[in-house]
């Protein structure tokens, strides 16, 4: 059985950081792109990064560019999202899903298996 689960989620004060993980199990992730989202409460769910199998190239939304970094380690069969100088507005619980659609990798639809997401609550 295919299986993400997120961690590394929690409570932390603006400025802090946080780094989330995504392991992968049931069958190697390490051919295919990854990318996190995240959900604010009363919003809908949005992209946050993404990254291609090889780890060769990142996307980022805007809002997000110079404080979060996604990386993976293929090995490990896992993608991390590393957070830093974190913002109330960055509050949400946020997944991780695996890419199998030749689509925008910033459109949900191109993503099929997605974790049960972990919640990250920025204090200001």
């Known amino acids: 059985q295919v299986q993400l689960v997120e961690s590394g989620g929690g409570l932390v004060q603006a400025g802090g950081a946080l780094r989330l993980s995504c392991a992968g199990s049931g069958r190697t992730f390490s051919n295919t792109a990854m990318g996190w989202f995240r959900q604010a409460p009363g919003k809908e769910r949005e992209f946050v990064a993404a990254i291609r199998r090889s780890a060769s190239s990142t996307y980022y939304t805007d809002s997000v560019k110079g404080r979060l970094t996604i990386s993976r380690d293929n090995a490990k069969n896992t993608v991390y999202l590393q957070m830093n100088s974190l913002k109330p507005e960055d509050t949400a619980v946020y997944y991780c899903?695996?890419?199998?659609?030749?689509?925008?990798?910033?459109?949900?639809?191109?993503?099929?298996?997605w974790g049960q997401g972990t919640q990250v609550t920025v204090s200001s």
């Open positions: 899903a695996e890419r199998l659609r030749y689509m925008n990798y910033g459109a949900e639809g191109a993503y099929d298996y």
